[in-house]
């Protein structure tokens, strides 16, 4: 009795294992969009920007995952995507800033925030450093092969990301100025 009853619930989760995921869909400033990733199985996902008719477009790619942040722009074009838990980057980089050579960690070195086409393009890419400040690099949450580095997220206080009326996207970096990103 017990085994067949254990059967029946196994029987009934398993297709909600396979049951497709989707990020939380963020409007446009205007209204008229919104953007989201749908993760169909594991490493495959499918980027949506609908209006209220429906699907206007999309493309396949695993941009991120469905726990990452996406806005749109107002004409539906272009997508920025911040990425709130990070995995660290494998290279530590040198880079000039101003006169002086910063060293800039492995950790530090990875990608947070991307800005796509309708395509799936990359049109920008930026890394922790060109948000922080390497003064605040200490503030940054760290994790064995993650960081935290955006407030008002993953239990970081703080204001979380958000789209202005302007159509820029608004965030602050752990003790940081607050940023602004334009479309």
């Known amino acids: 009795m017990r085994l067949t009853l254990s059967l029946m619930l196994l029987g009934l989760a ?5 049951a497709e995921r989707a990020s ?3 409007v446009s400033a205007n209204g008229t969009f919104s953007v989201r990733l ?3 199985a594991p490493g495959e996902c499918r980027v949506e920007m609908l209006q209220e008719s429906g699907l ?3 493309f396949a790619g695993c941009i991120g995952s469905v726990n990452d942040l996406y806005f749109a722009s107002n004409d539906g074009e272009r997508v920025w ?5 990070v995995e660290k980057g494998k290279r530590a980089v040198v880079e000039k800033q101003g006169r002086r050579k910063v060293r800039v960690p492995a950790w530090a070195n990875a990608t947070v925030a991307v800005l796509y086409n309708r395509s799936g393009e990359k049109l920008k890419v930026l890394r922790l450093p060109e ?13 064995h092969g993650h960081f935290k580095w955006l ?6 206080p703080g204001k979380g990301p958000r789209l ?7 965030f602050e970096p752990v003790a940081s100025k607050t940023q602004r990103l334009s479309f």
């Open 14 to 18: 398993l297709p909600a294992l396979g």
């Open 24 to 26: 939380k869909a963020r």
């Open 38 to 40: 749908v993760e169909t």
């Open 56 to 58: 206007v477009w999309q």
């Open 81 to 85: 995507v911040l990425l709130p838990l």
């Open 131 to 143: 948000l922080v400040a390497a003064k605040q690099w200490g503030e940054v949450r760290q994790m």
């Open 151 to 156: 407030e008002g997220t993953l239990g970081i």
């Open 164 to 170: 202005t009326d302007d159509e820029k996207v608004e």
